[in-house]
């Protein structure tokens, strides 16, 4: 199983977004593959807040077509949404404290405890940073 990231599924969505392209690529290639996608309600929280800001894109979704999007990822064939038990909350709270990161920090790291907490090693974002502290991820790259 791959945890997807956000900015994934924004850049998945999004036509302006740079990476479009790339994204819906190597999502095609992962099914083809026959590959489980693992995503949090965090994520779709997250991915319905910036798909919809104006501030971020030219032509944000309205809150209905987000919606929709959220919905096909949370019920698509390959995609498995991960939540978060006890054994990912504790392991929240061990790495906030063991890395010294802040409130800028909380989400992101609570979607890597719960990934964590299921045995995803493997993980596709943009941002590869957000998560290389915790060293517990292999990274997919869009090359």
């Not at 999004?14 to 965090?42: C, N």
């Not at 209905?64 to 949404?81: D, P």
């Amino acid at each position: 199983m791959i945890g997807i990231d956000t900015n994934v599924l924004v850049a998945f969505v999004i036509p302006e977004h740079p990476d479009h392209g790339k994204v819906r690529a190597l999502i095609d290639q992962f099914q083809r593959e026959g590959r489980r996608l693992a995503v949090t309600s965090g994520i779709l929280a997250e991915f319905v807040h910036v798909v919809t800001d104006a501030r971020r894109f030219e032509n944000p979704l309205s809150m209905a077509e987000a919606l929709t999007w959220a919905i096909f990822w949370s019920e698509a064939e390959e995609v498995v949404i991960v939540s978060t038990d006890s054994i990912a909350h504790e392991q929240w709270l061990l790495w906030l404290r063991q890395h010294h990161l802040g409130r800028k920090r909380l989400l992101d790291t609570l979607i890597a405890a719960s990934w964590w907490a299921v045995g995803i090693q493997e993980i596709l974002t943009l941002n590869p940073a957000d998560f290389t502290v915790f060293d517990a991820f292999q990274f997919h790259t869009l090359d």
